[in-house]
């Protein structure tokens, strides 16, 4: 065993003089009720409190979820990020901060899922058990779909984050909302028109945003492929987990023949959330991650059908 190195043994104090040694102490004797009913419940306080809050709630809230998809895989359990809010109006000190987590935990056990006949259902149960006017969910998760190779038709697994949110009010009903953020390859139009071969080409970001529409959320068959399908069709190509050389032949030569200024992304991009019934407001960012610049190029768009005219 070469040189082992020994130390002598020692007794050690038992645990709860090891304890008492790191600052431990002896509980205190307590007077104060033990009883929920008996408990003074600083939050329900009923006073003048100077303001009304826009948001009250919980944040950062980290949950296993059930997602369908019209993409495979069909049914796939994620972890979502949760935020619930309400508002609170001055006359009250506090909202009930427990209860938005029992209600998840409720739901959880008849099964939490990504949809938004769910999530509509749940604020606005949450408005009754709040006993408050409005209620909002905000979730966050990565969603993971297959992706053949184009030649090979080899398979793996590429992901986008997606996000939800609902608010329920009781005078004006439900608002719903969603993004998607995916990964693009884009080609420098500029660089393949001045050299005489070759262009330069990158990895850029398209980053959607939409106000939906009540109905048409809820009766369509994924919301989810839709944003994919306009920010990865309008790309130079898309990304793939999985090439091979007869795949990643065909992929440069996509993207050499479709080449894309960040500008050109978020116009196209655009365009095919101006033709869905589903989205009624939407914003479109991309960002390339330049691979000759030490900077990024970036660009954006917001667009309200409600409110302005496409130009003719």
């Known amino acids: 065993m070469g040189n082992t190195k020994t130390f002598p043994s020692r007794k050690l104090p038992n645990k709860k003089e090891r304890h008492k040694l790191f600052g431990s102490v002896t509980p205190v004797l307590k007077t104060k009720p033990v009883e929920k009913s008996e408990m003074a419940d600083l939050q329900n306080t009923k ?15 980290k949950h296993p979820v059930t997602i369908y998809s019209k993409l495979e895989p069909h049914v ?21 901060m427990s209860r938005f987590t029992e209600q998840l935990a409720y739901y959880h056990e008849k099964g939490f899922t990504a949809e938004f006949s769910t999530l509509k259902q749940f604020v606005k149960e949450l408005t009754e058990r709040l006993e408050q006017s409005d209620a909002t969910i905000e979730m966050e998760f990565p969603w993971f779909y297959e992706r053949k190779g184009p030649q ?35 080609l420098c139009p500029c660089s393949k028109e001045i050299s005489e071969y070759s262009a ?28 994919l399908e306009a920010a990865e069709s309008n790309a130079s190509s ?19 023949e479709n080449p894309r200024f960040v ?23 991309c960002r ?25």
């Open 47 to 61: 006073k003048d409190f100077l303001f009304d809050l826009d948001a009250v709630g919980v944040a950062n809230v």
């Open 76 to 96: 796939q359990t994620s972890v979502g990020e949760i935020q619930f809010t309400s508002s609170l109006k001055n006359t009250s000190k506090g909202t009930n």
């Open 152 to 186: 090979t038709e080899l398979a793996g697994m590429n992901h986008a984050n997606v996000a939800m949110r609902v608010t329920y009010d009781q005078h004006t009903g439900f608002s719903l909302g969603a993004s998607l953020s995916v990964f693009v390859t884009t």
């Open 200 to 227: 330069h080409n990158q990895r850029g970001e398209v980053s959607i945003d939409v106000e939906l529409d009540e109905l048409e959320a809820v009766n369509v068959d994924d919301w989810k492929q839709m944003l």
């Open 238 to 256: 898309r990304l793939h987990p999985v090439l091979k050389r007869p795949d990643e032949k065909m992929v440069t030569e996509q993207a050499y």
């Open 263 to 285: 500008e050109d992304m978020v116009r196209l991009v655009a365009a095919d959330l101006y033709e869905m019934d589903l989205v009624t407001k939407f914003k479109v960012q």
């Open 288 to 312: 390339n991650e330049e691979s000759i610049h030490m900077h990024d190029a970036i660009a954006s768009i917001t667009y309200d059908k409600n409110n302005m005219t496409f130009p003719s």
